[in-house]
């Protein structure tokens, strides 16, 4: 295993997190301010159902800033309908208004995410799409794939697929939809950065963090070995770590 003092500095905030049980700030609190604004998008088409919720993993994949003013949310047809009719709406972040819609056909997961130059990269049938602010679609097209993964910076795409014998990820940069070339085999990734991996496991009742870039990698060992749910601090504090050791 290799350390090197700035990987140690920041996983030290990562452990701080997973040892120790951080009460929410919002926990127990009446809620007494008025959000700024509400929209409810069935009104204009979403097909959300109030008793049918998608899980956490979708549905923090159908939503995305793209920017400080634009605010994309998509709904789908369901996970047993294929292909999977996608609606998604821009909505100005001042206002709540509904600025842009658009329509697609996605046979795998209906996701998107967005980019560092402010566009969506989205799933449809014809694999990964870009679409521009108001939800425009663009020429860039990187077919038959579906990435489940965007780096906190927006830059990077990552996906899945399988070689005899191995699971590959890979990278897409998100603003292009091309393959940087990063390949790495046979692991799962909890967060992605730089042509990087972040995973967990637990040996012996202890944490370990792994850090994966396909051509070297690089341990870190936890002492508390507590159990950390795959939340968006815990991405960026990985991103972050990682970016650290590179």
């Not at 202890?206 to 070297?216: L, N, Q």
């Amino acid at each position: 295993m290799r350390k090197c003092p700035r990987l140690l500095a920041s996983l030290l905030a990562w452990t701080l997190v997973s040892c120790c049980h951080i009460p929410s700030t919002t926990s127990g609190l009446a809620i007494t301010e008025k959000p700024l604004w509400a929209t409810d998008l069935r009104t204009v088409g979403f097909a959300g159902e109030e008793w049918h919720t998608p899980a956490e993993f979708e549905a923090v994949r159908q939503i995305a800033f793209g920017s400080n003013d634009e605010l994309v949310v998509a709904s789908d047809s369901g996970p047993f309908t294929k292909p999977n009719h996608v609606h998604a709406f821009a909505l100005n972040t001042r206002e709540g208004k509904v600025v842009a819609k658009a329509e697609w056909e996605s046979n795998s997961w209906p996701f998107l995410f967005a980019t560092s130059k402010g566009e969506y990269a989205v799933v449809t049938t014809e694999g990964m799409e870009l679409f521009a602010s108001g939800l425009q679609k663009t020429e860039a097209l990187f077919p038959d794939a579906a990435a489940d993964k965007a780096s906190p910076d927006g830059r990077y795409l990552a996906l899945s697929r399988t070689i005899p014998g191995h699971g590959v990820i890979y990278f897409l940069d998100a603003t292009t939809l091309k393959p940087t070339g990063t390949e790495i085999r046979d692991t799962y990734a909890w967060s992605v950065g730089d042509n990087i991996i972040a995973a967990t496991a637990t040996r012996s009742g202890k944490t370990i963090v792994e850090f994966d870039d396909g051509r070297r990698s690089a341990e870190y060992q936890s002492e508390c070995g507590a159990y950390v749910r795959n939340s968006l601090p815990r991405t960026w504090l990985l991103f972050s770590a990682a970016t650290a050791w590179r």
